[in-house]
């Protein structure tokens, strides 16, 4: 058996991106920006949602009034991507708020 060394991944980062703080305050504007791009699409997907079902009322030849729906699949597929879209962004906002406020670690006093 040939015992080769093991690559770590310790020399594919600089030292400094590796000593990167995650917790920095600007991360709170970030997920400000998100949450509002968030409400935007959400918007945009109910808007969406509502031009994509249609109600049509036909009046037959005996005066009966028939109601029927006609779906339109694209508008109702852009709903449902954006409503993804925006369930995407509020995770991430989350996670960039979680990661702008936390707590330090303290250094213990000897």
């Known amino acids: 058996m ?4 093991q690559p770590t991944g310790a ?4 030292e400094e991106q590796a000593k ?5 305050p600007w991360r709170a504007l970030v997920a400000l920006g998100e949450v509002v791009v968030a409400a935007l699409a959400l918007w ?3 808007a969406l949602w509502h031009a994509g ?31 993804t879209v925006t369930a995407v962004l509020v995770v991430d906002a ?17």
Do not use: C, M
């Open 2 to 5: 040939i015992d080769l060394p």
């Open 11 to 14: 020399e594919l980062w600089p």
């Open 20 to 24: 990167a703080r995650l917790n920095q």
């Open 44 to 46: 945009v997907a109910f």
């Open 53 to 83: 079902v249609v109600t049509v009322v036909t009046t037959a030849g005996d005066g009966a009034q028939l109601t029927s729906q006609r779906y339109f699949g694209g508008h109702l597929a852009g709903a449902l991507g954006l409503g």
């Open 94 to 110: 989350v996670r960039q708020l979680l990661l702008a406020v936390r707590a330090r670690h303290r250094t213990r006093k000897r």
